[in-house]
Every structure is written in C-alpha cells, then in structure tokens.
C-alpha cells in the first residue's frame, strides 16, 4: 500500500489484524511501526525477526522516502527531520494513535526524531543495534569495541576500504555484502545474514546521500535527555556496525530506557536471537500498553 505524504509516496504493509480476541471480547491490540535501516536498504529483511510480533501488536512496515517501495524525491529532501515527519503524517492519515516506533540501525535514528519531533504521539521506542551518532562514542565502560578487522578475511577488507573510503556504487556495495555480510552476524549466526537481506532491495543513491551528508552530520546525544517515550535499546555484543557502547550511550543519555545486550548476537539481534528479542519486547509492549 502506499500514501502520498508530503510530496512523495510512503508504502507500508500491515501484518496482523488491529483486533484480537480476550474473554469474549475483541480488543484493540496496540500498533508497532517498524523502520528499516541503511539508510538505503527496504524493510523487507526485517519481516522474519519481526513477523512473530504480530499476535501481540499491529505491525506496520515502512519503506522511508527515497526507499525501497517508496517514491524517489529530491534527495535533499530525504532528511531524518522529514522522514520523522513522514512517519506522524502517516498516523494521522492511518488514524494511529501512540504507536510504538521501533527503529533498526539508522532506522533508530529516524526512530528518536520521531520521538523528539512528536513527543504526544510515540508511546514507546524499542531501539535496536543503532547508535546515537555516527562518530566514535568514547569508551566509557572500559570494553572494547567489537572489530571488524579481527573477524574480516583480506577479501572482506578490501571491499571494506573501497566502499567506507567512499567508493559507493552497485559494484563496490555488492561486493562488500558479498564478502563481508555473514560478519555482521554473531559467529554462530552467520548463515542468518544472505536469507534476511535476500528479501530486501538496496537504493545506491540513498546510500551516497546517507554516508555523504546524512551521517557526518547526525549525532543526538546532546538531545537524548528530551525524549519523553520509554525505550527499550538492544543490542549484541557481536556488533561492529553500531557497537554495544553505542547502545550503552543511549541507553544512558533517554531518562526511561531500559538496556538488554545478547551474548550471542550481532548487528541484527531479532533474527540471531529471535526468542530473547520476542521476549523482551513483548513484555515491554505489554507493560506500557495497558
């Protein structure tokens, strides 16, 4: 489905009636919007970790502009702001009402505008693998980050330093996730990594446009301490991409958040882990859904 929201086409699916079933009543369950990361990647890798959260909230998929399914405005238009303000255009449109928002990788990003720039409508953040800034965060807590480089094989760091130093094109991004991809899973997990991101289209100019003037640009943690919402921020202690002290920042920096790190995970918990993360987020939906 898609919508016309400010100037462009949002698509989004829904999976998992509004309603269901309790002592002979039917009641409303609650609304998850669920946002993708990249920037320049589609919500589709995201369905298998998160399908099974539909017998306990609406789930509601969105590509952001510039996106996936989504139209193709000016790319100076695709910023965290506007997509933010997407996302509130599409529940007032949908007639949603304190949705909880959960936001994967830069998909967070979004996620926390959302929260700063609509503090009445976002019920709940659930913050997955994503970071406060994309500059390094100190290492306050005396662990060291997880590496890349120590798991990479020569290949893997060769396409690494192409696309990171700024070579970003189909040939230069497919090789990186040719070579490198399983790794950003948990060793044990790797076989996760080509079935989830199989189901998901990659936007090569939305990824130029993020890695040039998005991300150097984008760090919240002065602005932490305004979000209102409860968070629930989850990470694994496996990720490179967005390191458990990221997490801890945020974490740390959000008044009502709530932290769970998994052992066993990388940077995509909800399909490394599946029942820790249901778990976890389900009882945090529950609690502040009542």
């Not at 998005?214 to 629930?232: F, K, M, Q, V």
Request: proline share 7%.
């Amino acid at each position: 489905m898609r919508a016309t929201l400010n100037g462009t086409q949002i698509y989004f699916d829904v999976e998992g009636g509004g309603l269901r079933e309790s002592e002979g009543h039917l009641i409303e369950k609650p609304t998850l919007i669920a946002l993708h990361g990249g920037l320049g990647i589609d919500h589709g890798y995201l369905r298998p970790g998160l399908g099974a959260l539909r017998d306990h909230a609406q789930v509601i998929y969105v590509d952001l502009r510039g996106q996936g399914r989504s139209g193709r405005p000016p790319l100076a238009s695709c910023t965290l702001e506007q997509m933010a303000d997407d996302l509130a255009a599409l529940c007032e449109l949908l007639e949603i009402e304190h949705p909880f928002v959960f936001g994967h990788s830069a998909g967070g990003f979004v996620a926390m505008h959302m929260a700063l720039r609509h503090p009445r409508l976002v019920r709940g953040l659930i913050l997955s693998n994503s970071s406060p800034s994309v500059k390094p965060i100190p290492d306050d807590d005396g662990e060291p980050a997880p590496s890349f480089a120590s798991r990479a094989s020569p290949a893997a760091l060769a396409a690494a330093g192409r696309l990171f130093g700024g070579e970003v094109t189909r040939e230069s991004v497919d090789d990186f996730f040719k070579e490198a991809g399983p790794i950003h899973a948990a060793p044990s997990h790797m076989h996760v990594i080509d079935r989830i991101l199989s189901l998901a289209s990659m936007d090569i100019e939305m990824m130029q446009h993020f890695m040039s003037k998005i991300g150097p640009s984008y760090d919240l943690r002065p602005r932490l301490a305004d979000i209102a919402a409860p968070a629930l921020v989850i990470s694994g202690k496996w990720d490179w991409v967005c390191p458990p002290r990221a997490s801890r920042a945020i974490a740390r920096g959000i008044p009502n958040a709530t932290l769970l790190e998994v052992a066993d995970a990388g940077h995509f918990v909800f399909s490394e882990e599946p029942e820790q993360f249901l778990d976890a987020v389900t009882k945090f939906i529950a609690v502040r859904a009542s």
